[in-house]
């Protein structure tokens, strides 16, 4: 019972975190350059994603291919027809973004930009907590320690391996912030050996999973 106090305890300091993280920068003068170059980040973003939502979405998916370069990865969801295509992001030498393309049929439904951690003083202390409640987990147990269903249910198609994402969103302001997802994935065995947490930074869906 300590344990679990203790956990939620993490939680909650995480989650003030973010609050005040948030707050001081979309409202803080005190840091106009930090505001200022996270305002920047988001309007190239937003443009990104709005050219790439003009040349690729509703067209032919081996568009993408060719002129994003080589996969990372590929998903295909467990229910239906739909896969998630991963490339890489020019001009990001840490491998940090990448861009996520939804296809079904062989053509394009959406596109969406993640970084991974998204802000990485509060998402590198979040995703360490949740990989903690999860590591080991089957599926339904991983259901149960995060506290909600998965939003999408997907198997790797280099592995044949189970990947599900979960909503990470510790503040919801609509048309303000941007959604985040924890990435839980399971080895061969069936249960949870790895979480990765990313955060929307653009894209051409209001619920990019």
Request: proline share 4%; with cysteine.
């Amino acid at each position: 019972m300590a344990d679990a106090r203790s956990r939620w305890k993490r939680v909650l300091a995480v989650s003030v975190c973010a609050s005040l993280a948030w707050a001081c920068g979309v409202g803080c003068s005190a840091s106009p350059v930090g505001l200022a170059t996270r305002l920047m980040g988001e309007a190239v973003d937003d443009l990104d994603i709005k050219e790439k939502k003009k040349k690729y979405v509703g067209g032919p998916a081996r568009l993408v291919d060719e002129e994003l370069g080589t996969r990372v990865e590929t998903f295909r969801d467990v229910n239906s027809a739909r896969e998630w295509r991963v490339y890489p992001v020019s001009m990001d030498p840490l491998a940090l973004s990448r861009y996520v393309v939804e296809v079904r049929d062989g053509r394009v439904l959406a596109i969406t930009k993640t970084k991974k951690y998204g802000d990485p003083a509060v998402g590198m202390t979040q995703q360490a907590i949740a990989f903690e409640e999860v590591r080991g987990k089957t599926p339904a147990q991983c259901e149960a320690k995060l506290g909600r269903a998965p939003l999408l249910n997907l198997r790797s198609v280099s592995s044949g391996q189970l990947v599900q994402f979960y909503d990470a969103s510790l503040i919801k302001i609509q048309g303000v912030t941007d959604p985040d997802y924890y990435i839980v994935r399971f080895d061969a065995s069936g249960v949870c050996d790895k979480l990765e947490m990313v955060a929307v930074s653009g894209s051409t869906k209001e619920n990019p999973m």
